[in-house]
């Protein structure tokens, strides 16, 4: 998988964690590459089963190739775990963001009322991605007030995407691009495992939609992930 993402010219991967044990797995793969990193952080879906767990996680934090936390958030949609308790750990990983000064990557799933309080209430003291952004505009607006990024995938290759107009709002410099690998498998490889080297097909397809060329959004998105995640190019 890394030689395919070489070829197809990506440069860098962070591999995302949504507990204690897939952040220590992340965590030994980073170790063994150069290109890669990690997180480690507590997903919404894991947040009843996961609490008792971020001491671990902070013990994480402290290595180097570990660039963020997350992936954490809210997800109201699936509602895996109660509402309370997901507030409770995302807002405990929150904390732990501005003990560390690590970034958060940030899952939000019908679940904006509460993510807007979250984002503004944090505003100017963390730095944040809304990954994988399907929200409203009144979050994209918090957002990006808070001086937040914003990051899109494969969904933005489906007919039916419908953040499209909100897309094209995102100013150039906090825009993102991921995989949210092994999910969302960009056209021509949707409905297949996920993987780093279609990146390059959810990159034309928003440069299209931005009318840009692919290689200076390519360059402008490479940028960006460096900044955020503090990686050195």
């Known amino acids: 998988m890394l030689k395919r993402a070489a070829l197809a010219g990506v440069r860098g991967i962070v591999t995302i964690a949504s507990n204690a044990d897939d952040a220590a797995s992340a965590l030994a793969l980073a170790r063994r590459s150069d290109d890669l990193w990690s997180t ?31 992936e954490t958030g809210l997800d109201y949609h699936y509602d895996n775990a109660p509402r309370a308790v997901q507030r409770r750990v995302f807002d405990e990983q929150l904390a732990m963001a501005e003990t560390t000064a690590l970034p958060v990557v940030v ?6 009322a509460d993510m807007r309080a979250a984002v503004h209430g944090v505003a100017g003291r963390i730095r944040g991605v809304l990954h994988c952004f399907t929200g409203s505009a009144d979050l994209l607006d918090v957002a990006l007030a808070a001086g937040w990024l914003v990051s899109f995938g494969g969904m933005v290759t489906f007919r039916n995407f ?15 691009l991921e995989t949210d690998a092994p999910y969302l498998a960009p056209v021509p490889h949707r409905g297949r495992r996920n993987e780093p080297s279609y990146i390059v097909h959810t990159c034309e397809a928003i440069a299209k939609l931005r009318a840009v060329e692919a290689d200076v959004l390519a360059r402008q998105t490479d940028a960006n992930a460096r900044f955020f995640f503090g990686i050195s190019a």
């Open 107 to 112: 899952h939000s799933r019908e679940a904006d």
């Open 162 to 176: 419908s953040a499209l107009d909100l897309l094209r709002q995102v100013p150039a410099d906090r825009l993102l």
């Open 40 to 70: 480690a952080g507590v997903h919404p879906h894991e947040a009843d089963k996961g609490a008792d767990s971020l001491p671990r996680i902070l013990d994480l934090l402290a290595d180097p190739r570990v660039v963020a936390i997350g």
